[in-house]
């Protein structure tokens, strides 16, 4: 079986974690907490980053200490992993859709004030499959009516915008360490900002708002949250990160591969790379268009038969039960893209001739 996406263990996790285990610091206290978040700042060049338990922990906190609640609009995509929209509900707020690109799969910037209104306080773009959207248009907008930029980075750790990190130019960024993603810790997440003052806000929320006193004892000012990652995560994440580049070097080298053994097949639509832009390739999705000579479904089952792990592209958020009654742009394209997308194997350790050997099933009439 040739896995859709799984983890690499190639450097000192078992170092770090022996440590951790040596040592009786095991739990959301010990040095690799405070290394991880410092490490992580320092590689994606922000001044403060905030370990968190997962990726769907790291946004909600980021909507938590930017103070969107009851009554707050945020505008997101709705071709995304269900969890960005969600925390938006945990925190009492109501999510808006906004449509997507149809080259890119990312919001569509262009699209974002006609659904802007009085009550709309944020914006949440996603980096699907780790393509950024445009960031500087919606920063702009942003500006322009005074909301905040919540990056879902999730899915594009090592993708740049202009040379910027993916999810350091809003004004927080989130990323997810789960088994799937570049870098993992098992579960885990990170939240980033640029600013100080959120960034300690979110620390402070993050840790049950807990304040120590002289005596020891633990003092609330306010209501806080759990959200800690466990040392030994954290010592894992250390490691991972120091192979971070080596990852995304493989992630692109294998992404050129799929391009150029795919790129003359009929109905078959290649991921794009946008200039100025540094797509990660988290996943390496393609579309399979009307004129392909399978439906999409089919090429997912064909793929399955020869022992090949597919996904279909995420179910649009706003046809799901829970959301349908949210209020939305229009979704053409997102709908299109979600009946037409599949993820293919994209794991670190995928081999050349594995490689070879889907793309020759693609290929096949």
């Not at 909301?147 to 004004?171: F, M, N």
């Not at 992404?255 to 150029?260: D, E, R, T, V």
Request: charged letters at 25%; one cysteine or more.
């Amino acid at each position: 079986m040739i896995p859709l996406c799984i983890p690499e263990i190639r450097g000192n996790e078992w170092k770090y974690i022996k440590d951790c285990l040596d040592t009786n610091w095991v739990s959301s206290v010990g040095a690799y907490v405070n290394k991880f978040e410092d490490d992580f700042q320092k590689y994606m060049n922000s001044k403060k980053a905030v370990v968190t338990m997962n990726g769907t922990t790291a946004l909600e906190l980021a909507l938590r200490t930017l103070g969107i609640g009851i009554g707050d609009e945020v505008i997101v995509s709705s071709l995304t992993f269900i969890s960005p929209v969600n925390t938006i509900k945990y925190v009492g707020a109501e999510p808006v859709f906004v449509d997507v690109c149809r080259d890119t799969w990312v919001m569509d910037a262009d699209k974002i004030e006609e659904i802007i209104t009085p009550k709309t306080k944020a914006i949440l773009p996603v980096h699907i499959y780790g393509h950024p959207a445009d960031m500087d248009k919606i920063m702009q907008i942003a500006k322009k009516y005074n909301l905040y930029v919540i990056e879902d980075a999730t899915e594009s750790l090592g993708s740049l915008y202009k040379g910027k990190a993916a999810g350091t130019i809003g004004h927080i960024g989130c990323y997810s360490f789960n088994g799937n993603k570049l870098i993992t810790t098992g579960a885990g997440g990170m939240l980033v900002t640029d600013d100080e003052k959120l960034g300690e806000k979110a620390k402070y929320l993050s840790t049950q708002t807990k304040t120590v006193l002289e005596n020891g004892g633990f003092y609330h000012e306010e209501i806080g949250y759990n959200f800690r990652m466990p040392n030994l995560l954290a010592a894992m994440g250390c490691a991972q990160l120091e192979n971070v580049e080596e990852y995304i070097k493989i992630k692109r080298e294998n992404a050129k591969l799929y391009n150029s053994l795919l790129k003359d097949e009929r109905g078959i639509t290649l991921p794009s790379e946008k200039e100025d832009v540094r797509n990660v390739y988290w996943l390496y999705s393609i579309l399979v268009e009307s004129d392909y000579h399978f439906t999409r479904d089919q090429l997912i089952f064909k793929l399955k038969e020869n022992g090949i792990q597919a996904r279909p592209f995420f179910m649009a958020v706003h046809e799901m039960p829970p959301y349908r009654q949210c209020r939305c742009g229009d979704m053409n394209i997102t709908n299109e893209l979600a009946l037409k997308g599949i993820n293919l194997p994209s794991s670190l350790g995928l081999r050349e001739d594995d490689i070879e050997t889907i793309c020759k099933i693609i290929k096949q009439q």
